[in-house]
């Protein structure tokens, strides 16, 4: 069992700045991903950035460059920086991780998270 702790998040205005963390607990498999997804109101649920048992990152592409995804394997966290931060960002921010990871060449989704966090909520607004 795996289990998922959030913290973090807030309301910033536009061009600010955020972090997000997520204590991971429980057994993981050698392969495993683990990522952020976020939710607006009236929206489907969003990948945002993920990051792979090798190290691999991936990001949705609206927020390349501004927002970084990272893993400490000390203290079992994954942590997610926003940066430059746009009201579209605006959303409930939830942590996810999968373990074991089968490759796809596929953008994750989801339906492939067994693990969730309980979510951050993050607001930009001037």
């Known amino acids: 069992q795996v289990q998922l702790v959030e913290s973090g998040g807030g309301s910033v205005q536009p061009g600010g700045s955020l972090n997000l963390s997520c204590v991971v607990s429980g057994k993981m498999y050698s392969t495993y991903c683990m990522g952020w997804f976020r939710q607006a109101p009236g929206k489907e649920r969003e990948g945002v950035a993920f990051?792979?048992?090798?190290?691999?990152?991936r990001y949705t592409d609206s927020v390349k460059g501004r927002f970084t995804i990272s893993q400490d394997n000390a203290s079992n966290t994954l942590r997610l920086h926003l940066n430059s931060l746009k009201p579209e960002d605006a959303a409930m921010y939830y942590c996810a991780a999968q373990s074991p990871w089968y490759y796809t060449p596929n953008a994750p989704a989801a339906t492939d998270f067994l693990y969730w966090g309980q979510g951050s909520q993050v607001s930009v607004s001037s």
């Open positions: 990051i792979y048992n090798d190290g691999t990152t």
